[in-house]
Structures are given as C-alpha cells and as structure tokens.
C-alpha cells in the first residue's frame, strides 16, 4: 500500500485540498479587511475631493490679500522714507540759515561795538560831543 502510486495520489491531492482550505480560511478575513480599508480610503478621497477646492481657493485668496497687503506696506514705507527725507532736507536747510542769521548776529553785535566804540572815543580834533 505504501508503494501505491494511487495512495501517494490521493495523499497529495488531499493534502493540497487541506492547504487550499487554511489558506482560504487565512485569506477569507483578510480579504475583508483589505475591502473595509478600501472602502475607508474611497470615503477618505471623497472628502478629500469634496474639501481641497475650497481650501485651495481660500488658500489662494490668502495669497491675493497678503501679495495687496505687501504693497501697501511698500508704498506706506516709500512715503515715510520720502517724509523723511523731506524733514532731513528741512533739517538741513534750517541749519544752514541758523549758521547764516548767526553769522549776520555776529557781524551785526560787532558793527554795534565798533559803532558804541567809536561814537565814545574822544575826538583828536578838539571838538566836544553832545
């Protein structure tokens, strides 16, 4: 019976029928974990199809408003530099007129002494003020 090509037929036949059935056992749980992460993952892409155009857009319209707000606050720091290049201009001009009336004060305090002292010094001619 052991030399019976028909038993070692049968045992193999039987052996494979046995593993086909652990590996369907095996594979039947499996296959429904596979289909439940599928149907998560469709789910998944549902909500990711139905949210990604609005946040796009909202991202989007972000980027409009920062882009208007950075040029807002480059034409609101040329106007400060500009102001402050007006004042520094001022600044400068009002300096060199300082310097010039300072200038004009001296030579007027020094015409007002020369004057002082020459309307009080005696005269070589002999004649006597008022």
Excluded: Y
């Amino acid at each position: 019976m052991v030399t019976d090509p028909l038993f070692w037929l049968s045992c193999s036949l039987s052996l494979m029928a046995l593993s086909l059935i652990a590996v369907l056992i095996v594979a039947i749980p499996v296959l429904q974990e596979i289909a439940r992460a599928a149907r998560s993952a469709e789910k998944l892409l549902e909500t990711l199809n139905r949210e990604f155009p609005p946040t796009l857009h909202a991202i989007r319209l972000t980027g409009l408003e920062i882009t208007e707000l950075t040029d807002e606050i480059d034409s609101g720091v040329k106007s400060a530099s500009d102001i402050v290049k007006q004042v520094d201009n001022s600044l400068n001009v009002t300096q060199t007129q300082i310097k010039k009336v300072r200038t004009g004060t001296r030579r007027l305090v020094r015409g007002f002494r020369v004057g002082w002292k020459t309307w009080n010094r005696p005269h070589l001619s002999g004649e006597k003020k008022d």
